[in-house]
């Protein structure tokens, strides 16, 4: 750590504060100072000095003199009750240079001000060390806090000083979300009418001021869960939370879950029931209670989860949950009220209500409901670089050949092509660059985008130099009735049949959308074409 005098000399910036010589109270109709313990005026020529109004017709309204400059204020104002501030800088320009050039200044809110003026007035006679500090450091925040409001940008005019004041207050959020704050409040601060700052503020931050507020206090209290194991009153309390109960219930509505599972799902020790999701969840160096399970697909074995109990997650029945006792029941939004019922009468139940086929957003999700959105971002850039290898690798051997994938059932021939998102696509023609063949067949009736339905007719088209298959058992009747296809003669004259470059693949590994299905997708097709 460099003290000031090494910053000066390696050139970096100096360390700005400022020293507080005297505060003294003024109290209307009273003759007499109540000054510092000393009874000394410490105040010279290089002093500055800060007048707190506390009364009358100029409360609220704060007035600074710099050295050698006489102070302009009305004596009606100075006939009323008001503190007197006195200090010096700590000896360089950059201290100096950021105290404002004008004698009147904001102090919004005013009731923070005099909080520090009162404390500082009760700290004028300390002589130990913990005071001392206390004093000082409680100085340089009532600085800050007339500093943060008074900068050049406040000069502005129109919009300029409207987006400056709610970022201000935004600041002071961030920096008092433990003291009661209101919106009344926050729209003095930033200069601003009541009605048009809550606007301007959701503009700013997609929410209402006290909306934003609870989600600071909620992520600290997430901070010092993690972290700590403080008592739960301690940490809603120092979170701004008037109360245990209160912190309890907002806690649970924010982050869909109680303060107590939160802190245990730190520890790795949170019960989860994740159906369709466990990808992720492994991801994330977690495991499930009870894993997903389909009558026709089965489970994903792709995640080696051999030894924990599955659950058929497509009977519409959730009541056997119960049985596995979850902490938290983790959903996407892909189920009927009903199932969501059942859930939340089990245990807390979270449902990821963002649509997206994007797997990193999904998976950052996930991750920020159990605090490792380090581990999710570590796992994500592992496979990032996975995948440039490979792009890079393919893009040497393949020399423009073009590659096709098709998911068979008993009853249907899909084709994916690159114009969609879906899990192949994104993969194997995005991550691993491969070229792919046109589109067959008729566009799908299920408005989905890059899906194509062929006949077996149409597969004289399907001319692609390199086939990726996948049979889906949804549609059978029969056990290997949805491989008849390779017998039918339509299929043996297809140009990668004959040349011997059809690769067959795990169904739900390559329908999944997770990390670790997709590392794996990368895997196969380097297995098959490198």
């Given at each position: 750590?460099?003290?000031?005098?090494?910053?000066?000399?390696?050139?970096?910036?100096?360390?700005?504060?400022?020293?507080?010589?005297?505060?003294?109270?003024?109290?209307?109709?009273?003759?007499?100072?109540?000054?510092?313990?000393?009874?000394?005026?410490?105040?010279?020529?290089?002093?500055?000095?800060?007048?707190?109004?506390?009364?009358?017709?100029?409360?609220?309204?704060?007035?600074?003199?710099r050295p050698g400059r006489t102070l302009s204020v009305d004596p009606e104002v100075l006939s009323c009750?008001?503190?007197?501030?006195?200090?010096?800088?700590?000896?360089?320009?950059?201290?100096?240079?950021?105290?404002?050039?004008?004698?009147?200044?904001?102090?919004?809110?005013?009731?923070?001000?005099?909080?520090?003026?009162?404390?500082?007035?009760?700290?004028?006679?300390?002589?130990?060390?913990?005071?001392?500090?206390?004093?000082?450091?409680?100085?340089?925040?009532?600085?800050?806090?007339?500093?943060?409001?008074?900068?050049?940008?406040?000069?502005?005019?129109?919009?300029?000083?409207?987006?400056?004041?709610?970022?201000?207050?935004?600041?002071?959020?961030?920096?008092?979300?433990?003291?009661?704050?209101?919106?009344?409040?926050?729209?003095?601060?930033?200069?601003?009418?009541?009605?048009?700052?809550?606007?301007?503020?959701?503009?700013?931050?997609?929410?209402?001021?006290?909306?934003?507020?609870?989600?600071?206090?909620?992520?600290?209290?997430?901070?010092?869960?993690?972290?700590?194991?403080?008592?739960?009153?301690?940490?809603?309390?120092?979170?701004?939370?008037?109360?245990?109960?209160?912190?309890?219930?907002?806690?649970?509505?924010?982050?869909?879950?109680?303060?107590?599972?939160?802190?245990?799902?730190?520890?790795?020790?949170?019960?989860?029931?994740?159906?369709?999701?466990?990808?992720?969840?492994?991801?994330?160096?977690?495991?499930?209670?009870?894993?997903?399970?389909?009558?026709?697909?089965?489970?994903?074995?792709?995640?080696?989860?051999?030894?924990?109990?599955?659950?058929?997650?497509?009977?519409?029945?959730?009541?056997?949950?119960?049985?596995?006792?979850?902490?938290?029941?983790?959903?996407?939004?892909?189920?009927?009220?009903?199932?969501?019922?059942?859930?939340?009468?089990?245990?807390?139940?979270?449902?990821?209500?963002?649509?997206?086929?994007?797997?990193?957003?999904?998976?950052?999700?996930?991750?920020?409901?159990?605090?490792?959105?380090?581990?999710?971002?570590?796992?994500?850039?592992?496979?990032?670089?996975?995948?440039?290898?490979?792009?890079?690798?393919?893009?040497?051997?393949?020399?423009?050949?073009?590659?096709?994938?098709?998911?068979?059932?008993?009853?249907?021939?899909?084709?994916?092509?690159?114009?969609?998102?879906?899990?192949?696509?994104?993969?194997?023609?995005?991550?691993?660059?491969?070229?792919?063949?046109?589109?067959?067949?008729?566009?799908?009736?299920?408005?989905?985008?890059?899906?194509?339905?062929?006949?077996?007719?149409?597969?004289?088209?399907?001319?692609?130099?390199?086939?990726?298959?996948?049979?889906?058992?949804?549609?059978?009747?029969?056990?290997?009735?949805?491989?008849?296809?390779?017998?039918?003669?339509?299929?043996?004259?297809?140009?990668?049949?004959r040349n011997n470059r059809v690769y067959e693949v795990d169904f739900l590994t390559w329908m999944n959308?997770?990390?670790?299905?997709?590392?794996?997708?990368?895997?196969?097709?380097?297995?098959?074409?490198?």
């Amino acid at each position: 750590m460099l003290d000031i005098e090494q910053r000066e000399q390696t050139g970096t910036a100096p360390i700005v504060h400022y020293v507080l010589q005297s505060i003294r109270l003024i109290v209307a109709g009273e003759q007499a100072d109540r000054s510092d313990s000393d009874g000394s005026d410490n105040n010279d020529k290089e002093s500055f000095e800060l007048l707190f109004i506390m009364s009358g017709t100029g409360q609220g309204k704060c007035y600074l003199q710099r050295p050698g400059r006489t102070l302009s204020v009305d004596p009606e104002v100075l006939s009323c009750s008001y503190y007197r501030v006195c200090f010096v800088t700590s000896g360089n320009d950059a201290a100096s240079s950021l105290l404002p050039d004008k004698q009147e200044l904001a102090c919004a809110p005013f009731a923070k001000t005099m909080e520090l003026l009162d404390e500082l007035y009760g700290l004028r006679g300390a002589s130990d060390q913990l005071g001392l500090f206390q004093r000082f450091a409680r100085f340089q925040e009532l600085l800050f806090l007339l500093l943060s409001q008074n900068a050049p940008a406040a000069e502005e005019k129109g919009t300029d000083i409207e987006r400056h004041g709610v970022e201000h207050s935004i600041r002071h959020i961030h920096q008092y979300y433990r003291e009661l704050l209101t919106v009344e409040e926050l729209a003095s601060l930033a200069g601003i009418d009541r009605w048009k700052y809550t606007r301007l503020f959701k503009e700013a931050t997609g929410q209402v001021p006290l909306q934003y507020l609870n989600d600071v206090r909620i992520n600290q209290a997430k901070k010092w869960l993690a972290s700590a194991d403080d008592k739960l009153l301690d940490i809603a309390l120092n979170a701004g939370f008037s109360n245990e109960y209160y912190f309890n219930r907002r806690f649970k509505q924010t982050v869909g879950m109680s303060p107590g599972q939160y802190r245990r799902s730190r520890k790795g020790q949170l019960r989860v029931v994740a159906p369709y999701l466990e990808d992720f969840i492994v991801a994330l160096n977690m495991q499930p209670i009870a894993q997903y399970w389909h009558a026709k697909w089965g489970k994903q074995d792709y995640l080696g989860l051999n030894h924990i109990p599955t659950f058929d997650e497509n009977g519409g029945n959730f009541d056997a949950l119960s049985g596995y006792k979850p902490d938290l029941i983790l959903l996407m939004d892909r189920y009927e009220q009903q199932q969501y019922s059942q859930c939340r009468r089990i245990s807390n139940t979270c449902i990821l209500r963002e649509q997206t086929n994007n797997w990193r957003t999904l998976l950052r999700t996930v991750a920020d409901y159990f605090g490792r959105t380090a581990l999710a971002d570590d796992a994500i850039a592992n496979y990032d670089f996975k995948a440039r290898n490979a792009s890079h690798r393919l893009s040497q051997i393949m020399k423009g050949e073009t590659v096709a994938f098709l998911r068979i059932s008993a009853d249907h021939i899909i084709q994916y092509t690159e114009e969609g998102q879906s899990f192949v696509s994104t993969v194997l023609y995005g991550d691993a660059g491969l070229r792919p063949h046109a589109a067959v067949g008729v566009a799908s009736q299920a408005n989905r985008p890059g899906m194509f339905n062929l006949s077996v007719a149409d597969l004289r088209a399907l001319t692609a130099d390199h086939l990726f298959i996948t049979f889906d058992k949804w549609h059978s009747q029969a056990e290997g009735k949805e491989r008849e296809l390779l017998e039918r003669p339509e299929w043996h004259d297809l140009p990668a049949v004959r040349n011997n470059r059809v690769y067959e693949v795990d169904f739900l590994t390559w329908m999944n959308n997770g990390i670790i299905s997709n590392g794996i997708k990368i895997d196969d097709i380097l297995r098959s074409l490198a």
